[in-house]
Structures are given as structure tokens and as C-alpha cells.
């Protein structure tokens, strides 16, 4: 994985800040607001909002956008990444309990009707510098 500033991810044209006009279309974006704000007994790993109300997804999704830094995973894809000072959600894992979360995931920013966020724990994150300017990452 390779990290970047918020300022670097931007200039370097990684991303692209969108302003969708809802962040749960009755389609894609709707089925992930349900799956990352109510628990439910799913394979795999599930991060889940605490606080699961619409207003407060919405706020950890532009927080993220507005604050976060850029992760290019190992498959090219472009996340927004934001370490949260708070607690925001938990986990499941084959629908049992992992562990608390304390930041938050924001995948296919680029993309206005599929946007959507998740928890994530933050010690799933490397420490690193941004790749363009070596300011220490996550921030």
C-alpha cells in the first residue's frame, strides 16, 4: 500500500473531492448505508457505525473526505482514510464481535453513486510517510 497527505493526494490528482447528492441512492449506496449501520450476521469482516443515524454516516463520510489521507491499496484502488479521536463503530467477523473501531474508510470517492464508508480499526493501517513529500501518515 502507498500513502499520501490529503494536500499531495490531491495535487497529485488522486482523488477528487465529489459532492454526492445523497449518500443512500435507493440502489448501490442504500444496501452499503444498511450493511456498514445495522448489524447483521454476515461472512467476512463488517465494520459497523456506532451511532448508526443517517446524519451521523454522513458526517464521518465527509470528515473523512475533508480531513483523511489517501491510501492507493495493493490493487490500485483509491481510498480516503481518516483516524478518528473517537470511537466509531465495531467489527463483526462472520457476524461475531472483533473489537472496537476508531477510524473510518471512505471507498470509490471518485465515483458520486457509489461513495460509501465504513470503521475500520486504525492498527489496520501502516504507519508511513506520504510517498510525494514524507509528511508522517495517517495524520
Not at 497527505?5 to 490528482?13: D, N, P, S
Not at 459532492?19 to 435507493?26: C, E, I, N, S
Request: aromatic share 10%.
Amino acid at each position: 500500500m502507498h500513502y499520501y497527505c490529503h494536500a499531495c493526494g490531491v495535487l497529485l490528482g488522486l482523488w477528487k473531492p465529489v459532492a454526492p447528492l445523497t449518500l443512500t441512492d435507493p440502489t448501490y449506496q442504500l444496501g452499503k448505508y444498511f450493511k456498514h449501520t445495522v448489524p447483521a450476521s454476515v461472512a467476512g469482516l463488517n465494520g459497523v457505525f456506532t451511532a448508526p443515524g443517517s446524519e451521523t454516516y454522513a458526517r464521518y463520510i465527509v470528515t473523512t473526505i475533508a480531513s483523511g489521507h489517501v491510501q492507493v491499496d495493493d490493487c490500485g484502488r483509491t481510498n480516503i482514510v481518516w483516524v478518528a479521536s473517537e470511537q466509531t463503530g465495531i467489527q463483526y467477523k462472520g457476524g461475531v464481535f472483533v473489537g472496537a473501531t476508531d477510524a473510518v474508510k471512505v471507498v470509490l470517492p471518485h465515483d458520486p453513486a457509489k461513495i460509501h464508508g465504513f470503521p475500520i480499526r486504525m492498527c489496520e493501517l501502516k504507519a508511513s510517510r506520504c510517498v510525494k513529500c514524507g509528511s508522517p501518515v495517517p495524520v
